[in-house]
């Protein structure tokens, strides 16, 4: 019998303002940290104003809270209308809601505070990751219950696409938080060099995959239609894009990698499928473009579909740069530098921005009962955008390119035509203040949209009541039109479809991953190294706490001007005891994999304090506060025995005289810093100050061989 | 878009989301066969660069590298080649040494002081040597091949022979300036 339900909106409101105030927060802090790219004194020498620790809040606010926040109103909205069944349950909803805002306003506080993992987009601590994964498994719950009480028998394709998500975030989110924890806020991941590297780019990539991609592809195939009342161009294309971007996806993560130490046969892989990978993506924006066939008319006319359209385009833009840049010999040229950070935004400013925004000037008013305030202003805001976006790309791909070639470029003597980093670095300084400002601009569009948005709910009706609609009955559970081997017998059957999805994910994961758990395979007795010191270890841990290795790699990569420049290209072996590992993948200053006893002490102090009293052009912030700050040398203990436990092969004396160890090998750079540095202060003091722990640290790195006359 | 639009509504199909309907239309050909290109791409890519003649990265980096090192030592020839009459005949030469004092500014400065007076490095203006005899010659080449243990860096790998020579000639000009602040006397005195 058919049944009259509501559907529940009132959870798709809230994500809805969640989003415009997450977005705000996300593109606030972008443009004040594009500002201290080409301003260094933007950071006021706040330490929680820092570049270091501002852009993971950035990164993490963009993905997590803006596109997530979009992505959760419009799963909401979209699959109780196209299961024709209210969300599975009112209460799971809430907490769904309220979990995942207060996860990211934990973001908040802890990241610009320097708890940080250390891991590219997985920046938050080990209590934060257990609360993500709590409230993703109660939104699998109140999802796959929508769909296991759906009155529509078949699954559209938009739903292939949020299981798709649902299932593999679950999955990249648990695989790569792995980690015992030190104390409440500080962890060790359980994956050690290039195991790290291998499993956090097989999350990176496959966040922007499953997070970026997936559900926006989903709300692409339900709001564009909706938008333009016109049928989906081709259902055999949604079928073939789907699968093959699900199965091959997976697999393209190392190409994030290429040239590094990651084992050779990784490399060709993370090449090979991300190749593969551009038709599969272009199938989403021919079916998405071809749809508006017979209503192109709309382009002119509506502001939502010239959103949409836009961010078709520029999804097929990023989706043939990505493949492009996969290509071994163009990352050679376009890894670690601005070409990158262009590819990224025009990813997210012009797909995942301009579908969510498109979105909500569709859902708003629809939801709210109104309609919206002002086309014109909303028109306003897409041109604005546009430009915003457009000068942000080409200014950051010049400056990419540029500094690339200036990397690499050689003289007739084979010497470095640049050597000198900061050269290249200067070079693209006011190519980062155009950056800054094409920033703002989309800023500024943006909150045209906010105030759009305040009218448009201003002006609706107080009296808001649920939308109410028919459920139909499925007549037989069991399939009406069997069509044996048919993919539309196959949408009929949730379960097994969504098992097919998880197979799908975990083939390339399993054959990627495994073998690389062994990593006593890829190492060589003869190349091993030593443990870092207690005193190292506090300074690594103070390095990760800055950000450093937002801006500094620790990979040497087997490219001659990379070796020229930085020394050695670096081995599997230096890597092995870093948990996280720290290669990096953005050099705004020089590689640091061998900075170990390139300069003194005393030029590490002075370079802290102020980077310009001994490399004048230097962008990089000052770090006063690093030589008032004390390091915690009792939580060393803890620290090592941590590691010991991970396999780091600390011996019991080690771990149980950490503290004794760290104050003695700290006290002697204190005196040399004090006698031959002229640094001003007692031995005493300057013993327990953070800045001698870090300096321990970079004067260890690259300087861990046990046999120095090796190969290394 | 080669597609026959008077297909489309016979290739509408039954489908219903929501008032959401489908079109069956074929796969675009050119899309299609760009997906197949990328497929047969990879086992060709794999065979060659992992079974068959192609380098793996290490190889090719140890090729440039070995290319790269002659070329370095031809110019390293060139900088020992430099005599110590060569460089006296420059000391006076304004030319070279404003080259020499932009070069310093940029390279040295930093750790051996705005003069010369020694910071972190030593102290260039006085007669006392930690390395070298004092002679232009041994200047230029503790310039060229740097003394990595105490942090100063080998500037032969960075620097062309020619700004190793004028480098070198202006550190001589400091010689005996007595600036400000200068660093105590470091290694023997040679008059």
């Keep these: ?712 | 878009m080669s597609d026959d639009k008077k297909n489309d509504e016979v290739l509408l199909l039954d489908h219903d989301y929501d008032g959401i309907k489908e079109y069956d239309n074929p796969l675009p050909r050119w899309w299609l066969f760009t997906f197949y290109i990328t497929i047969v791409f990879a086992p060709i890519y794999v065979y060659y660069y992992h079974f068959g003649p192609g380098l793996s990265l290490s190889e090719e980096l140890d090729q440039n590298l070995v290319k790269i090192e002659a070329q370095e030592n031809l110019t390293q020839e060139q900088t020992k080649k430099l005599s110590e009459a060569d460089l006296l005949a420059l000391i006076n030469d304004k030319q070279v040494i404003n080259e020499g004092r932009a070069l310093y500014n940029k390279n040295c400065l930093a750790c051996h002081g705005a003069f010369g007076e020694g910071l972190i490095g030593p102290n260039l203006t006085d007669n006392y040597w930690v390395h070298g005899d004092g002679s232009l010659k041994s200047v230029l080449l503790v310039i060229s091949t740097g003394v990595i243990d105490k942090g100063m860096p080998e500037w032969g790998k960075i620097l062309s022979p020619k700004d190793l020579q004028n480098t070198t000639v202006f550190v001589r000009s400091l010689l005996g300036t007595n600036p400000k602040n200068a660093k105590t006397h470091e290694g023997t005195l040679i008059e």
């Excluded at chain 1, 971007?245 to 040239?259: D, K, N």
């Excluded at chain 1, 990158?340 to 969510?356: P, R």
């Design chain 1, 1 to 712: 019998m058919e049944t009259k339900q509501t559907y529940n909106d009132k959870i798709v409101k809230a994500f809805l303002l969640a989003t415009i105030g997450w977005a705000f927060v996300a593109l606030l802090l972008g443009v004040i940290i594009a500002y201290q790219m080409a301003y260094w004194q933007a950071n006021f020498d706040l330490e929680w104003l820092t570049f270091g620790r501002l852009r993971p809040l950035h990164t993490n606010a963009a993905i997590f809270a803006f596109a997530g926040n979009i992505v959760f109103a419009g799963i909401y909205h979209s699959t109780q209308r196209l299961l024709k069944a209210r969300l599975f349950s009112d209460v799971l909803s809430k907490v769904h809601f309220w979990g995942w805002q207060l996860m990211i306003l934990l973001a908040a506080v802890t990241l610009p505070l320097g708890f940080s993992t250390g891991k590219e987009y997985a920046e938050l601590e080990w209590p934060l990751d257990i609360l993500i994964a709590v409230v993703w498994v109660v939104f699998a719950i109140n999802f796959f219950g929508t769909i296991a009480i759906r009155r529509v028998k078949h699954l559209y394709v938009a739903i292939w696409f949020y299981i798709a998500t649902v299932l593999t975030v679950a999955i990249l989110h648990i695989v790569n938080s792995i980690a015992l924890p030190v104390s409440l806020l500080k962890s060790y991941p359980v994956y050690a060099g290039i195991q790290d590297a291998l499993v956090q780019w097989w999350y990176g990539h496959n966040a922007v995959a499953f997070f970026l991609t997936t559900p926006f592809l989903g709300l692409m195939y339900y709001y564009l239609p909706k938008s333009v009342g016109r049928p989906i161009y081709s259902y055999r294309l949604s079928i073939i894009h789907f699968w093959a971007l699900v199965f091959i996806y997976i697999w393209a993560g190392p190409h994030h990698l290429l040239y590094t130490a990651l084992p050779n046969w990784l490399q060709t892989l993370g090449m090979v499928f991300s190749l593969m990978l551009w038709a599969p993506s272009w199938g989403g924006m021919i079916n998405g473009l071809l749809t508006l066939r017979g209503a192109w008319d709309k382009l002119r006319t509506s502001p939502i579909v010239k959103f949409y359209v836009a961010a078709l385009t520029f999804y097929g833009m990023t989706t043939f740069e990505g493949p492009l840049l996969s290509i071994k010999s163009v990352s050679a040229l376009g890894h670690y530098t601005d070409w990158i950070v262009a590819h990224v935004h025009a990813g997210t400013l012009g797909w995942n921005g301009f579908m969510a925004f498109g979105v909500i000037y569709y859902l708003v008013p629809k939801i709210w009962k109104t309609k919206l305030y002002s086309d014109k202003l909303a028109t306003l805001h897409f041109w604005t955008g546009i430009f915003g976006i457009l000068i942000y790309y080409i200014s950051m791909w010049a400056a990419g390119i540029t500094q690339g070639l200036m990397w690499r470029a050689v003289d007739g003597n084979g010497q470095l035509v640049y050597p000198d980093f900061v050269e290249t670095v200067t070079k693209i300084v006011p190519l980062y203040q155009v950056r800054a400002f094409a920033g703002l601009i989309y800023l500024i569009g943006f909150l045209f949209l906010v105030y759009n948005i305040y009218k448009t709910i201003k002006s609706a009706p107080s009296d808001q009541p649920e939308e109410v609609f028919s459920a139909p009955v499925i007549k037989n559970k069991k399939g009406i039109e069997f069509i044996p081997k048919s993919h539309r017998h196959f949408e009929g059957l949730a379960t097994s479809f969504t098992i097919l999805v998880l197979i799908s994910v975990l083939v390339g994961s399993i054959i990627e991953i495994m073998p690389v758990l062994s990593l006593d395979s890829y190492v060589s007795e003869g190349k091993k190294v030593k443990t870092f010191t207690p005193l190292e270890l506090a300074g690594r841990d103070i390095y990760i706490k800055e950000g450093c290795y937002v801006c500094h790699s620790q990979m040497i990569r087997k490219l001659a001007t990379d070796v020229q420049r930085f020394g050695p290209a670096s081995t599997i072996e230096e890597s092995m005891y870093n948990r996280p590992f720290q290669w990096g993948s953005k050099r705004t200053g020089p590689d640091l994999a061998r900075i170990g006893k390139k300069y003194p002490d005393a030029w590490h102090y002075k370079h802290m304090i102020n980077p310009r009293s001994v490399v004048q052009q230097s962008l990089m912030p000052n770090y006063p506060w690093l030589a008032d700050k004390k390091t915690d040398l009792y939580i060393l203990r803890k620290k090592l025995s941590v590691m010991k436990n991970l396999g780091v092969p600390y011996t019991k004396e080690e771990v149980a005289n950490a503290d004794i160890l760290a104050e003695k090998q700290a006290r002697q750079i204190a005196e040399r810093l004090i006698i031959s540095g002229g640094v001003n202060a007692s031995v005493e003091d300057l013993t327990r100050k953070e800045i001698v722990a870090l300096i321990a640290y970079l004067q260890a790195l690259g300087q861990k061989a046990i046999n120095p006359e090796g190969e290394l």
